[in-house]
């Protein structure tokens, strides 16, 4: 029996990507690194800040790589000032809400980011929970995340489903045991597909979000 509805933040819930990518190019640009969608889609999308600048300056200490990580998403907030909901988001959380679902959030955003982001978005009430990967020591793909969200809404893998974006949220879900829908708004349909995911949704408008509901409720 479906108890309760889980969401990723970036790219699930808003469109993000374009704000990060142009944060990160202009950041990275200060040390003569010049990113494309590939670079972005491989070495920084989904993954924590940590795991970002590891890869990419493996030389910083770690004093060093929050610094710049701080940075980054100084500038990300000054300039996601705009931020949307994804169509038809909105309608989906109310009858989330209204059906009496637990909500979950499972972000590898930062403490600040999430908050800025819930506050643009009028949904800084709404989760019944909030996981920060930060904040309990371990990021997606691990299924930590996803793990400890499950305890602390005291329900089982199999009462929840999931919606992400990303491969390493994705991955994160489904290895916690949770079917999981793949929110096609930062990556092709069909990867996300290959990664096992039970549908694949352009935003929460798609009929099929619907039908689907209805048939594992």
Same mark, same amino acid.
């Given at each position: 029996?479906?108890?309760?509805?889980?969401?990723?933040?970036?790219?699930?819930?808003?469109?993000?990507?374009?704000?990060?990518?142009?944060?990160?190019?202009?950041?990275?640009?200060?040390?003569?690194?010049? +990113?494309?969608?590939?670079?972005?889609?491989?070495?920084?999308?989904?993954?924590?800040?940590?795991?970002?600048?590891?890869?990419?300056?493996?030389?910083?200490?770690?004093?060093?790589?929050?610094?710049?990580?701080?940075?980054?998403?100084?500038?990300?907030?000054?300039?996601?000032?705009?931020?949307?909901?994804?169509?038809?988001?909105?309608?989906?959380?109310?009858?989330?809400?209204?059906?009496?679902?637990?909500?979950?959030?499972?972000?590898?955003?930062?403490?600040?980011?999430?908050?800025?982001?819930?506050?643009?978005?009028?949904?800084?009430?709404?989760?019944?929970?909030?996981?920060?990967?930060?904040?309990?020591? +371990?990021?997606?793909?691990?299924?930590?995340?996803?793990?400890?969200?499950?305890?602390?809404?005291?329900?089982?893998?199999?009462?929840?489903?999931?919606?992400?974006?990303?491969?390493?949220?994705?991955?994160?879900? +489904?290895?916690?045991? +949770?079917?999981?829908?793949?929110?096609?708004?930062?990556?092709?349909?069909?990867?996300?597909?290959?990664?096992?995911?039970?549908?694949?949704?352009?935003?929460?408008?798609?009929?099929?979000?619907?039908?689907?509901?209805?048939?594992?409720?």
């Amino acid at each position: 029996m479906l108890k309760a509805i889980l969401f990723d933040l970036d790219g699930t819930l808003t469109n993000t990507d374009p704000f990060h990518y142009q944060t990160w190019a202009n950041v990275l640009a200060t040390y003569q690194i010049t +990113i494309d969608s590939s670079f972005y889609k491989t070495h920084i999308s989904g993954k924590t800040n940590a795991e970002i600048v590891k890869d990419i300056f493996p030389h910083f200490s770690a004093k060093e790589g929050l610094k710049l990580a701080n940075l980054k998403e100084s500038k990300f907030r000054e300039l996601a000032v705009n931020l949307e909901p994804l169509e038809g988001l909105n309608d989906f959380l109310y009858w989330v809400k209204k059906q009496s679902f637990k909500t979950g959030l499972v972000t590898n955003a930062p403490r600040e980011n999430t908050d800025f982001m819930l506050k643009m978005l009028n949904l800084s009430d709404y989760f019944d929970q909030v996981i920060l990967s930060d904040e309990i020591g +371990i990021g997606k793909p691990d299924p930590a995340p996803y793990q400890y969200c499950l305890n602390q809404l005291n329900i089982l893998a199999e009462e929840a489903i999931a919606f992400e974006d990303s491969p390493s949220g994705i991955r994160s879900a +489904i290895a916690a045991g +949770i079917e999981t829908i793949g929110v096609a708004s930062t990556h092709e349909p069909k990867i996300l597909t290959d990664l096992g995911v039970a549908l694949v949704i352009e935003d929460f408008n798609n009929s099929a979000l619907g039908a689907y509901l209805q048939k594992i409720e």
